[in-house]
Nanobody, 127 residues
Framework: QVQLEESGGGLVQAGGSLRLSCAAS????????MGWFRQAPRREREFVAA????????YSADSVKGRFTISRDNAKNTVYLQMNNLKAEDTAVYYC????????????????????WGQGTQVTVSS
């Protein structure tokens, strides 16, 4: 059973930075694409960023391009989301996600491609 555990959320002022981590266990981490999503109150869960198995390819939502960076360390079974220049509209619960199948293309921006989810970590940006 795949398990994902996020950490690193918190309260930060607008313009500040946070780094989220997601520790994975239960299967060969390095074979799979990983994704980050977020969900604000009364809104749908939305795509933030995804990274392929090697870390050589990434894809981000337009709303975070130039501010957020996804990366991974396969030796540590961990994926990261570095968030800079945070804005009030980035306030949400952030979720790490993993698919059941191996692959990489832009369809991994869809939440329906992912089968395993962490419990989420709250990010609150004060303006």
């Amino acid at each position: 059973q795949v398990q994902l555990e996020e950490s690193g959320g918190g309260l930060v002022q607008a313009g500040g930075s946070l780094r989220l981590s997601c520790a994975a266990s239960g299967r060969t981490f390095s074979s799979y694409t990983m994704g980050w999503f977020r969900q604000a109150p009364r809104r749908e869960r939305e795509f933030v960023a995804a990274i392929n198995w090697s870390g050589g390819n990434t894809y981000s939502a337009d709303s975070v391009k130039g501010r957020f960076t996804i990366s991974r360390d396969n030796a540590k079974n961990t994926v990261y989301l570095q968030m800079n220049n945070l804005k009030a509209e980035d306030t949400a619960v952030y979720y790490c996600a993993a698919p059941r199948t191996i692959g990489w293309d832009t369809s991994f921006s869809s939440k329906y491609k992912y089968d395993y989810w962490g419990q989420g970590t709250q990010v609150t940006v004060s303006s």
